[in-house]
């Protein structure tokens, strides 16, 4: 693997993002959206089911910001024809996919930035303090699911003409696993009936689902961009 | 102007053997068992309607586009099973200028210096050689369909490749591109493949022309 290469087109997605802002503010935008449309429409304050129906709602509104940033994933390469010219580059064409994961990656954790406090301040400000230690790892786990997964599926759907259907369509499937994982690891952060080989177990769990996603990106992508 | 050789499907390692080459979109032939062999150094022209699939040959030989069947070898590296040994001795010019609009010209060619793996202090020699050694700081959504052009072919040219596939270079160029395309294509050294719909302008650098019609090479 050339590191300079994936350097280089980590840099590229992070300049193009600095300065076209395309992406993360879109994202922290819907996210934060999202939870006060949660707020109010549950009538305000920590909901009905708990912290775990509070930790739902979280991983549900991040998959479904995550999606909004992916269907711009490869879209300045489908949109001017930039394809043909990384293709033609002479790298491992999973290079591409490794350094797409890693940009949505950071992009999603820059979205948490904000996401998570505006979550504890919706939601979760009269419960105990989580685990911070543990509630990163969890995140950072689930965002690395998420940006292996949906930068393959991304990559699928830009070869095809209904993009705007297609992601959702074979992201959200694949994703459910993960959402539950995320759940269930960030709920043990938080609630003290949870005990601490459970939540291992959770990030044990989110970790394996990160290894088989990584493994499908980087082994698939090549057939995935061939046109 | 003569045809070049039409191929026996012995491989050597001439520039660009292609032999019975058919490529598929679906149901329809772009190429549709296509025979060319290109010596090194060769300059060959090719021409045809729109949709002859002159630009799908150019993919093709680009490794950007897998042939449905045929054989396809570039210095000797068939395709695309050998790809990834072809892909530093190429150089293509698509249609669009294969750059990023909201990156700079020299961040555009940093990122394809770090890609062939070639030195970062070939990036500003490389804009002064297409005249766009000012512009270097300038984002490409700025540029003028021939200034993108112009980049175009300094991407192209930047991990020095011995093989130069160009499709429509002359498109939105100036006479003074044009001029500056006439120069880089007379350097010898290369095997160039340009398509066009001009072949009138390539007269004096074009040693052999190919005409495609409905993915074959017309008699």
């Known amino acids: 693997m050339s590191r300079r290469a994936f350097a280089a087109l980590v840099r590229k997605d992070l300049l193009l993002e600095l300065r076209g802002s395309e992406v993360v503010l879109a994202m922290a935008a819907f996210v934060v959206a999202a939870f006060v449309l949660f707020r109010f429409g549950l009538g305000g304050g920590r909901p009905a089911g708990g912290t775990r129906a509070a930790t739902g709602m979280l991983w549900v509104a991040i998959v479904f910001t995550a999606m909004l940033g992916l269907l711009r994933t490869f879209a300045q390469e489908r949109e001017h024809g930039i394809w043909d010219g990384l293709l033609a580059a002479p790298i491992d064409r999973s290079l591409i996919w490794l350094a797409r994961a890693c940009s949505t990656c950071l992009f999603l954790i820059a979205v948490q930035i904000v996401a998570l406090p505006a979550f504890w301040l919706f939601f979760l400000q009269t419960g105990p303090a989580p685990d911070y230690g543990v509630l990163v790892a969890a995140v950072v786990l689930a965002d690395i699911g998420i940006a292996a997964l949906g930068s393959l599926v991304a990559g699928l759907a830009s070869a095809g003409r209904a993009r705007e259907v297609l992601l959702p369509v074979l992201f959200l499937p694949f994703a459910i696993p993960l959402v539950l994982g995320a759940v269930s690891a960030t709920t043990g952060t938080i609630s003290p009936q949870t005990s601490g080989l459970h939540t291992a177990e959770r990030l044990g769990y989110l970790a394996l689902y990160d290894t088989v996603f990584v493994l499908f990106g980087w082994g698939l992508f090549e057939f995935v961009v061939e046109d | ?219």
């Not at chain 2, 390692?13 to 060769?42: I, K, T, W």
């Not at chain 2, 984002?139 to 200034?147: C, D, E, H, I, L």
């Not at chain 2, 120069?183 to 650098?205: D, K, M, N, Q, Y």
Request: aromatic share 4%; charged share 20%.
């Open chain 2, 1 to 219: 102007m003569p045809s070049p050789s039409v191929v026996d499907p012995a491989s050597d390692p001439e520039a660009v053997v292609c032999a019975g080459l058919v490529r598929r979109f679906g149901e329809r032939a772009a190429l549709d068992g296509v025979d060319l062999r290109l010596g090194r150094g060769d300059f060959v022209l090719v021409t045809g309607p729109n949709g002859a699939g002159k630009t799908t040959l150019l993919r093709v030989l680009a490794t950007v586009l897998r042939p449905t069947a045929g054989l396809v070898a570039v210095s000797g590296h068939e395709l695309p099973r050998a790809a990834p040994a072809a892909r530093p001795l190429i150089g293509y010019v698509a249609h669009g200028p294969l750059t990023y609009p909201g990156l700079t010209a020299h961040e555009n060619l940093d990122l394809y210096a770090a890609l062939y793996g070639v030195p970062a202090d070939r990036v500003s020699p490389a804009l002064e050689r297409v005249g766009l050694r000012g512009r270097g700081r300038d984002p490409v959504a700025g540029f003028s369909r021939g200034m993108a052009q112009r980049l175009a072919l300094a991407r192209a040219l930047l991990h020095r490749p011995a093989l130069l596939l160009l499709d429509e270079p002359t498109a939105g160029l100036d006479s003074d591109g044009r001029a500056l395309l006439r120069e880089v294509l007379a350097e010898p050294g290369r095997t160039v493949i340009v398509s066009t719909h001009e072949p009138a302008w390539f007269e004096g650098l074009a040693t052999a022309e190919v005409r495609l019609v409905s993915g074959r090479v017309a008699a």
